[in-house]
């Protein structure tokens, strides 16, 4: 077999096979012994068809199948020859059987990038020194109370400081509404009905509270403010917004005692002690989840950082596609029409290829850390995990994992489990240390978005167990 292969740019390359017309031959001759031997034609025994009958009824089948074992036998040599990792081959091209019996083809491969490996073991992660303190119980316990609070109207004096006010609000630019004149959804800012409104600094807007103040119930107010400039949609930036306001309502806030009365409301047959208790787990293991993921996004980053390589531009381009595909459905669900989509539509896919190509090069990294330290999943890991997705998702275990194999998701899964192992792996030898500072990472580049809407207070106040103890379980 005289293999040719020709390397291109992005991880490209196109294989030039010439087999010889014995080995076609031979190979042909076994295939048609495997269709003899399962063949069931009248007349004949089986086992028993003539070579030339076979030939006649079955030449196309033989052939498609010759072809197919000669391609795949090709690119095994191939990749063995030269050392290469396949991601993908095109459909043959080129095919020719010729006159004297031998077969050419051509493929177009997708290759896995060539890379020397960084030094793997023993990257420097940077974690905050941070425990959970006495004021991070105060301030869940805070809003516990905020939580079970009532209101009471206010109807003898104006609006003041610590006081919800409801109000009606909209806002223009220049006389026009504000999502009208700029073009883009722009969330609780364009205004709303009804809305609960805490008087404090800095609610919705710097200065909004303060231009409310002393205002009487049913009174309107109009006033100008001036978007800051780290406001988190760049766009709104340094805009002047002209309010029109109407008091609808002027509420105090009745805190509940802190006791175990209240406890008992948030958690049954608990006491404070117990409460704070259960909140300060809470509090740990949502910190502990914060870190680790800290810990795994330093590492992914500077893995990332520490060797450059080509991408295969099909995986590029099919990653890409499906990153603008989530930020797209992420903008939709924040409040962005179609029309904002699409006048947004290169910016998203700037990201999107931006966050594919960092996706792939740590995928390739890791894969490749994995061979050099032999991390592997076993067959039992895979089975205890399929067996974990079926429990959760209320399905028997034999389906689920037909339904799996048979959608392709189970190769996926076991890659995935792989690269989580691989992760494992690097932490353990990792070198953590605790600082105070922090070096702020690079963030990932995101789709733009709507501003979100500020929590409003309910009336009455109320919460249950899980919401109230912040537990995610």
């Known amino acids: 077999m005289n293999i040719t292969l020709e390397l291109q740019s992005n991880c490209a390359a196109k294989l030039k096979v010439e087999i010889p017309a014995d080995k076609v031959s031979a190979q042909r001759k076994k295939i048609v012994q495997t269709f003899s031997s399962q063949a069931r034609i009248p007349g004949f025994r089986p086992g028993k068809v003539p070579r030339t009958v076979i030939e006649k009824r079955f030449g196309e089948q033989i052939t498609a199948e010759l072809e197919s074992r000669l ?14 990792r396949i991601i993908d081959a095109k459909p043959p091209e080129d095919t020719t059987l010729h006159p004297d019996g031998a077969l050419t083809f051509s493929s177009n491969l997708t290759i896995a990038p060539e890379f020397e490996l960084p030094e793997y073991k023993g990257i420097a992660l940077q974690l905050p020194d941070r425990q959970v303190g006495e004021e991070d119980l105060e301030a869940e316990l805070q809003n516990v109370r ?27 630019v220049d006389g026009k509404p504000l999502e009208e004149a700029i073009g883009q959804s722009v969330g609780y800012l364009a205004g709303s009905e009804d809305y609960w409104l805490k008087m404090e600094e800095d609610s919705m807007l710097p200065g909004f509270s303060e231009a409310l103040e002393g205002a009487n119930l049913a009174e309107k107010r109009d006033f100008q403010l001036t978007i800051p400039e780290e406001f988190p949609v760049e766009d709104l930036r340094g805009i002047k917004l002209d309010f029109h306001a109407t008091i609808k309502g002027i509420k105090k806030q009745d805190l509940p005692e802190l006791n175990d009365a209240l406890a008992a409301q948030v958690i049954p047959d608990s006491d404070l002690a117990g409460l704070k208790e259960t909140i300060r787990g809470n509090l740990e293991h949502q910190l502990n989840q914060q870190i680790g993921e800290l810990k795994v996004s330093q590492l992914l980053e500077k893995l990332n950082r520490s060797v450059q390589f080509d991408l295969p531009d099909d995986l590029v381009t099919a990653e890409t596609q499906g990153q603008a595909d989530e930020m797209v459905e992420r903008g939709l669900g924040s409040g962005m029409s179609e029309d904002e989509i699409a006048a947004r539509q290169e910016e998203i896919f700037t990201a999107a290829n931006q ?12 894969q490749r850390i994995a061979e050099a330290e032999e991390v592997q999943v076993t067959q039992e890991e895979l089975a205890n995990r399929v067996a974990s997705m079926a429990n959760q998702a209320k399905k028997p275990i034999k389906g689920f994992a037909k339904d799996l194999q048979q959608s392709g998701r189970l190769r996926g899964l076991q890659h995935s489990m792989l690269l989580s ?8 030898h990792a070198k953590v240390e605790v600082s105070d500072e922090i070096p702020a990472e690079e963030p990932a580049p995101e789709a733009p978005e709507a501003p979100e809407e500020p929590e409003e207070p309910e009336e009455p106040a109320s919460a249950d167990t899980e919401e109230a103890t912040n537990d995610d379980e």
């Open 71 to 84: 391609i795949q036998e090709a690119l095994r040599e191939a990749a063995e020859k030269e050392n290469l």
């Open 146 to 172: 905020n939580r079970f609070a009532d209101y009471s109207d206010i109807t003898d004096r104006p609006l003041q400081s610590g006081d919800f006010a409801v109000i009606d609000y909209s806002s223009q």
């Open 421 to 428: 192992k691989t992760i494992d792996f690097l932490l353990e």
């Open 355 to 366: 966050r594919a190509q960092m996706n792939l090069r740590t995928d390739f990294i890791l």
